[in-house]
C-alpha cells in the first residue's frame, strides 16, 4: 500500500519521526517537514533514517501538492492552508494513530505476528488520567502473562514500537502480540478513518485546549470518536459519573446500527462494571464476558491502591475493567494496583519540610486536573499558572474557597487567574517557580500541602511539562537542603 507512494509526513516530533522512518521501511518515498528550524530539530533529524527527505523552516505548498498520502502529527492543526489546499485535491489525510493501525492491522505491507492473527487495539482517552489508566493496563496484562505493545500519546510514538518491536526487515514478530495499548488524544483521534479499538475507554470530559478547538462542543466530539467504528462484539467503557460524557456517549450510540458491550466504572453508584461503595471496588461483570477465569468478584480495598486521589481511585476502576475484559486473573489485577507507584508528575509526592509536604502535579494543564487533585488535599497552598488554553478559571472558584489557603500564581496566565479566582482566597504572584515554591513554605504551617497543579500549559516558561516538574522538585529540594543549613 505504501510502497514507491510519495508521502509527505507534517511534524517533526517523536510521532512524525516514528511515522516516517516506519513508512521509509514499507519502501514509500517520504519527505518531513516541520516549521522549526533546522537547529532546533538537529536531534530528531539525527533519527531520521537516511531516505527520508527533511524540510525545514516552513511547510511548503508544493510538498504537499505533490503527496500521494499525508501523514500529519497531532500538534498540527487540520486547518493550515497546505492541508486544506491537499484535502481539497483528494489527497488522503491521516495521523500517526490510523497509520499504526493500518500498519498493524496488516493493511501496510508486512505481517505483525505469526498465525495470520492481529492483535486487539485497547485504546484510552479523557482529559485527565489517561497515562496512568493506560500504565496500568499495559501492567496488569503484562503481570497476567499477554505480550503487549504500549505507545500513543503517553509519550511512545506507535509507529516507533512497531518498527522497533518487528525490527530491521519487517520481518514476522518473533512472539505474538496479544494486545496494543494506546493511550490516545483528542488531536489523534481527529484524523482516524477505520482505527476500530476492541476495547474502548473514555474516562472523563472537561474543558481542555479551547485554544486549538472552536468550541467545548468540537472537542467533545473529537474525544467521542475513539468508538466511532465500533460493532457488537466490541466493548466501551464510560465513566457513570461523568455527566458531560455520558450525554455525547448516549448520542453518538444511538444513530449506530451495531453497538459495542458497554460497561461503567463509578465511585457514586452501583452499575453494571465496576464501581466504589464503602470504600470496598466491587466488579459486576456477567460470566458470559469474564468467562470461568474469574471464580468471584473483583474485590479490593481502596486503600489498598498504592496511587492515593481521587482520580485515581477513577483510573484504577477503568483500568481494573478493561484488565478483566481482556482475560487478566483477578490475582494479576490486584497486583498491580497494590505495586503500581504511580507516574512522574502525576500527583508525585516530592518531599517534606517542616511537616508541610510538596506534591508534582505538573501534568495537570486543565482546570479539571486541578479540580480532580485539590478533592483529595485540605490545607492547600497551591501553585498555578503558565500558558492559558483558553480556560475558563471561574469554575474552580467554590474549590478554590474551600481547599486552598494561599494560590500563588505564575506565567503569563497569571492575570486572568487572578481575575478569576482572586477573590477565593489570599492570592499572591511570583516571577518563577524558585521564588514560588519559597513563598509557598512561608504561607505554610505543618500538614498543610503545598501544591504544584498549573492548570494551564507550560511553554511560556518551560520546555514541556515534564520540565516544569522537574524545575518544581529542584527548587524543593533545594529549599529543603537551605532549610536543613539553617537548623545547624
Keep these: 500500500m505504501f510502497k514507491d507512494k510519495n508521502i509527505l509526513v507534517v511534524g517533526l516530533a517523536r510521532s512524525g ?99 495470520n492473527i492481529v492483535p486487539d487495539f485497547i485504546g484510552i482517552t479523557g482529559t485527565n488520567g489517561k497515562s496512568t489508566t493506560t500504565t496500568l493496563v499495559d501492567l ?24 522497533k518491536f518487528v525490527g530491521a ?37 472537561t474543558p481542555d485546549h479551547l485554544d486549538r478547538y472552536h468550541s467545548m462542543e468540537e472537542y467533545i466530539y473529537a474525544k467521542a470518536r475513539i468508538f466511532e467504528n465500533q460493532t457488537a462484539g466490541d466493548f466501551l467503557i464510560l465513566n457513570a459519573d461523568d455527566p458531560v460524557l455520558m450525554e455525547v456517549a448516549n448520542e453518538k450510540l444511538e444513530t449506530k446500527s451495531e453497538k459495542p458491550y458497554i ?39 481502596a486503600n489498598e491502591i498504592r496511587i492515593q486521589g481521587v482520580h485515581n481511585i477513577e483510573n484504577a476502576m477503568a483500568a481494573s475493567l478493561v484488565a478483566l475484559i481482556a482475560g487478566c ?30 506534591i508534582n502535579d505538573s501534568k495537570g494543564t486543565n482546570v479539571g486536573a486541578v479540580a480532580k487533585s485539590l478533592e483529595g488535599f485540605n490545607n492547600v497552598i ?11 478559571f471561574s469554575v474552580l472558584k467554590t474549590l478554590v474557597r474551600q ?17 478569576a479566582l482572586g477573590g477565593a482566597t489570599e492570592t499572591l504572584k511570583a516571577d518563577n517557580i524558585d521564588s514560588a515554591v519559597e513563598l509557598s513554605l512561608s504561607k505554610a504551617s505543618a500538614g498543610d500541602v503545598v501544591l504544584l497543579s498549573p492548570g494551564c500549559a507550560s511553554f511560556d516558561m518551560f520546555q514541556d511539562f515534564e520540565d516544569r516538574g522537574r524545575k518544581f522538585k529542584e527548587a524543593v529540594i533545594q529549599l529543603k537542603i537551605n532549610n536543613e543549613k539553617n537548623k545547624l
Design 382 to 392: 497551591l501553585i498555578m499558572g503558565g500558558l492559558d488554553k483558553g480556560s475558563d
Design 403 to 419: 481547599k486552598v489557603k494561599t494560590l500563588i500564581l505564575i506565567g503569563v496566565a497569571k492575570e486572568k487567574i487572578a481575575k
Design 140 to 163: 496488569m496484562l503484562k503481570e497476567a502473562g499477554f505480550k503487549t505493545l504500549l505507545g500513543g500519546n503517553i509519550g511512545i510514538a506507535l509507529t516507533e514500537e512497531i518498527l
Design 263 to 301: 460497561f461503567y466504572f463509578s465511585r457514586m453508584r452501583e452499575v453494571e462494571g465496576i464501581y466504589l461503595k464503602d470504600g470496598i471496588i466491587y466488579c459486576n461483570l456477567p460470566e458470559s464476558i469474564v468467562g470461568a477465569i474469574h471464580e468471584s468478584p473483583l474485590r479490593i480495598n
Design 17 to 115: 519521526t516514528g511515522a516516517a522512518n516506519l513508512l521509509s521501511e514499507l519502501g514509500a518515498r517520504v519527505t518531513i517537514t516541520d516549521t522549526k528550524s533546522r537547529s532546533v530539530l538537529e536531534t530528531n533529524i539525527k533519527r531520521l533514517f537516511p531516505a527520508v527527505k527533511v524540510m525545514t523552516d516552513g511547510n511548503p505548498s508544493e510538498a504537499f501538492d505533490a503527496a500521494d498520502m499525508i501523514v500529519i502529527s497531532p500538534g498540527v492543526p487540520l486547518d493550515i492552508p497546505p492541508l486544506e489546499s491537499a484535502k481539497a485535491k483528494g489527497i488522503p489525510v491521516i495521523g500517526e494513530l490510523e497509520l499504526a493501525y493500518m500498519v498493524i492491522s496488516r493493511k501496510g505491507g508486512f505481517e505483525t505476528r505469526p498465525y
Design 169 to 205: 526487515g519487517l520481518k514476522p514478530a518473533p512472539t505474538p502480540i496479544d494486545y496494543i495499548v494506546a493511550e490516545i488524544s483528542s488531536f489523534q483521534l481527529e484524523t482516524i478513518k477505520e482505527f476500530w479499538p476492541k476495547i474502548a475507554v473514555l474516562l472523563n470530559i
Design 329 to 358: 486473573p483477578l490475582d494479576s489485577v490486584r497486583n498491580a494496583l497494590r505495586q503500581f507507584p504511580g507516574l512522574e508528575h502525576r500527583l508525585e509526592f516530592v518531599s517534606e519540610i517542616r511537616g508541610v509536604k510538596f
